[in-house]
């Protein structure tokens, strides 16, 4: 089975801090996301990697960057933590689409961190 | 542009009865689409997926659902509710555009009274 691990189930950072989520992933996975989670906004894509080094922005990059020096390894970081930084965050990771086999394959998800930021 | 639309928020349903969880979708091009489910303090995970082969997809637990194109539908069903079935569960469209950009609906949550 696929295992995503967050480092941390629940966070409390004070405004102004620099804050790391860490995730990772055991099983090989060129993909990797971070998504954040509001309640009755769904999951939006912050960042996501398609493979080691490459990262491209999402659809709320603002505020957040990210990590991914090695293929295991996505980290996500709040560079100066804002209190409408509070929200779950999930991360996950899916094979790469390069071939016909792989095309649609499943997204899969950490437990999530749950970040409070006062 | 590509978005989801989950036409409940919240549904409850009696153990042993049906269940029916609402999804539009509008897309330029056909669609992947999927369900996820998260139980409380867990991550999603993938229910069933449509891929434009048959319309009808079966998924886990006893899960299915129906792609309707004229109606640009995929509403999730199950013909009998067991407590194990609350969670929420998101509906999620894969642009053809865009590998890597999917879009979640808002969720609906799935409350099972004894």
């Known amino acids: 089975d696929v295992k995503v691990t967050q480092s941390s189930r629940y966070l409390v950072k004070r405004t102004g801090e620099k804050v790391f989520l860490e995730c990772v992933q055991d099983?090989?996975?060129?993909?990797m996301f971070w998504y954040r989670q509001d309640p009755g906004l769904g999951l939006r894509l912050i960042y996501f990697s398609y493979d080691v080094k490459m990262k491209e922005k999402g659809d709320i990059p603002e505020g957040y960057s990210v990590s991914r020096e090695k293929k295991e390894r996505f980290s996500l970081i709040l560079e100066s933590a804002s209190t409408n930084q509070t929200s779950m965050y999930l991360c996950?990771?899916?094979?790469?689409?390069?071939?016909?086999?792989?095309?649609?394959?499943?997204?899969?998800f950490g437990n999530g961190t749950r970040l409070t930021v006062t | 542009a590509q978005s989801v639309t989950q036409l409940d928020s919240h549904v409850s349903v009696s153990e042993g009865t049906p269940v029916l969880l609402r999804c539009n979708y509008s897309?330029?091009?056909?669609?992947?689409l999927f369900w996820y489910v998260q139980h409380p303090n867990k991550g999603l995970q993938l229910l069933l997926k449509y891929t434009s082969a048959a319309t009808l997809v079966k998924g886990i637990n006893g899960f299915e659902a129906e792609f309707k194109k004229s109606e640009t539908s995929f509403h999730l069903t199950k013909p009998s509710a067991h407590m194990s079935d609350a969670a929420e569960y998101f509906c999620v469209v894969r642009p053809y555009s865009n590998d890597y950009k999917l879009s979640f609906g808002a969720g609906t949550t799935v409350t099972v009274r004894a």
């Open positions: 099983m090989d996975h060129e993909n």
């Open positions: 897309s330029s091009y056909s669609p992947s």
């Open positions: 996950a990771s899916r094979v790469g689409q390069g071939t016909p086999s792989s095309y649609n394959s499943p997204l899969h």
